[in-house]
């Protein structure tokens, strides 16, 4: 398959990993308007983590200086692949926060896990289908996502979450954040309403 090839719009399953191959980028845009609108700490923890995976993805490809696959335009280095990274450490934190935080049902929970999981691997095989990445790059970017993403949630669990939400809660920005406590005092003050 030519790199012109890649993106025409005759063939569908190019068009449509070519849509899915940007995911994380909705994902990023959906990341922030959660932010927004539930201004909860815990989230805003998770973006930063995000912020931190890419820029010690960037790091990696720098270091290791691995071209990508022949076919692809991209000019920059491919090792380890950053839209992987990205969505595996998206999916890994979330995965971890569902089974750990959530009141789900084990049905709910288990489809809530197969569908992070299938939009991991379907943005994954995009890269290499379209060419952007060969299949190692995208196993490294996999790897790393998912080590950073479930570090970074019991990071934030066990140590920002009870360290700075104190500290936080005592500045002039209390106002503009919601912190997980507030959140929950307040469903509970909803559910006896309801009771009521």
């Given amino acids: 398959m030519a790199v012109e090839d890649v993106w025409r719009v005759e063939d569908g399953l190019n068009l449509g990993l070519g849509l899915i191959t940007h ?3 909705v994902l990023v845009l959906g990341l922030i308007s959660l932010i927004v609108i539930n201004r909860e700490v815990h989230w805003i923890f998770f973006f930063f983590g995000q912020i ?3 820029a010690f993805n960037s790091l990696l490809k720098n270091i290791i200086r691995q071209p990508r696959p022949t076919k692809s335009t991209s000019l920059d280095y491919g090792m380890p692949s950053s839209h992987s ?4 450490f998206f999916c890994a934190y979330l995965t971890c926060f569902v089974i750990l935080k959530t009141k789900y049902t084990p049905t709910t929970r288990s489809f809530v896990i197969a569908v992070l999981a299938f939009i991991a691997i379907i943005v994954g095989y995009s890269r290499i289908h379209l060419a952007f990445h060969t299949l190692e790059q995208v196993i490294v970017g996999m790897i790393l996502g998912i080590i950073t993403g479930t570090s970074w949630y019991f990071f934030v669990q066990n140590y920002l979450l009870p360290v700075y939400s104190p500290w936080l809660q005592k500045t002039r920005f209390k106002s503009y954040l919601v912190f997980e406590k507030t959140v929950n005092e307040a469903k509970k003050k909803v559910k006896k309403a309801r009771k009521d």
């Fill in 23 to 25: 995911l994380p980028f």
């Fill in 52 to 54: 931190l995976n890419l």
């Fill in 85 to 88: 990274s990205y969505v595996f």
